[in-house]
């Protein structure tokens, strides 16, 4: 069976410094799976390299088997993915931003489900006011809804949760859990155990504290090199052994 996300043997560097070197996993259909490890460890441009925003060095990264020099257009549309809140554009309000990219994706009645998940958040009485004058938990809500528009089958998410409040956080969750349910595979970076303790199903795991140079790739089966350290997400004593290893390691 094909994997809904193959990254194999990646590469990634910023000018002479190195920032991720070998990295391979692959992902399923309806997982939802954490990329966990410190500030500045390299998740964000791992990321960012997954969706096409950075370019690699080496490697290959398909979405159900397709890559972007395959199909660049369709690669897009295959995925959603949560920029940064900063980035979102201070002039239209919340609703036309949704509205504006629903057209662009082309997909029936792809922002349906938006308006419904904007109440849930909280973000609905904010969506007819120009994005500027979002605060940046407002405005990471609507860059949350954004990804979601469309019902990609991958979504990719940086951080999603810093800077929501317990009730929109709880919500989301519940959201994304309902979508993995129904085929979609959720990569989420993150540093909190807590979330990979109690939400996710799998967890890519870099904890060597070295920010720009990762010599332990971030690994999963097919692509298995060795020492790989597996534990399952469901298993409270696999859980408590994470917090005292400091191996790059996959929870699986």
């Known amino acids: ?142 860059a949350i809804i954004l990804a979601l528009v469309g019902d990609p089958r991958l979504l990719v998410l940086d951080e999603i949760l810093n800077g929501l409040d317990p009730l929109a956080a709880y919500a989301l969750k519940q959201e994304l859990r309902r979508r993995a349910e129904s085929g979609v595979t959720v990569l989420l970076a993150t540093h909190g155990l807590e979330v990979a303790e109690r939400f996710l199903d799998r967890a890519l795991l870099q904890l060597d504290g070295r920010s720009k140079s990762i010599g332990t790739p971030l690994t999963s089966p097919p692509f298995v090199p060795t020492p790989t350290v597996a534990w399952n997400m469901r298993s409270s004593n696999d859980c408590k052994r994470v917090r005292g290893d400091r191996r790059t390691a996959l929870y699986t």
């Open 1 to 142: 069976m094909t994997p809904r996300l193959e990254v194999h043997e990646l590469a990634l560097g910023y000018g002479p410094h190195t920032v991720l070197r070998g990295v391979s996993f692959c992902l399923r259909a309806g997982q939802v799976v954490g990329l966990i490890g410190p500030n500045g460890s390299g998740k964000s441009g791992l990321l960012r390299a997954i969706v096409g925003l950075t370019p690699i060095s080496h490697g290959r990264i398909a979405i159900d088997g397709m890559t972007l020099a395959d199909d660049p257009v369709e690669f897009r549309r295959r995925f959603g993915y949560a920029v940064a809140p900063e980035v979102l554009p201070d002039r239209l309000t919340g609703r036309q931003c949704i509205e504006l990219l629903g057209n662009l994706r082309e997909d029936g009645d792809p922002v349906g489900s938006s308006f419904l998940l904007a109440a849930a958040l909280g973000l609905s009485p904010w969506l007819n006011r120009a994005v500027g004058c979002y605060s940046l938990g407002t405005r990471q809500k609507l």
